[in-house]
């Protein structure tokens, strides 16, 4: 089993920065893709960014150029910086870990608002 601990959530004023971590524990193989997912009320969960072990990242249009996915393969940790954040970026921001053998594992969640 894979555990995923988020932290770095909180209140922002638009145009703000914030930055979230996600710590993976466990049976974790070297081979992984990490990932953070987003969802808004009342909307279904939605791809923000991934990165491979090897640190090949895809992004959703919607946060290129704003958001930065980083990862410390040996702290099993990936990173979301958060710039010029909007209101339409609030949302409950969830890890994941995909372990390529089929298994995927979720994190509890971190709210994310952003005040207008």
């Known amino acids: 089993q894979v555990q995923l601990v988020e932290s770095g959530g909180g209140l922002v004023q638009a145009g703000g920065s914030l930055r979230l971590s996600c710590a993976a524990s466990g049976r974790i193989f070297s081979l992984n893709v990490m990932g953070w997912y987003r969802q808004a009320p009342g909307k279904e969960r939605e791809l923000v960014a991934r990165?491979?072990?090897?640190?090949?990242?895809n992004y959703a249009d919607s946060v290129k150029g704003r958001f930065t996915i980083s990862r410390d393969n040996a702290k099993n940790t990936v990173y979301l910086q958060m710039n010029s954040l909007k209101s339409e970026d609030t949302a409950v921001y969830y890890c994941n870990l995909d372990s390529l053998t089929g298994l995927n594992f979720w994190g509890q969640g971190t709210q994310v608002t952003v005040s207008s």
């Open positions: 990165i491979t072990s090897g640190s090949r990242t």
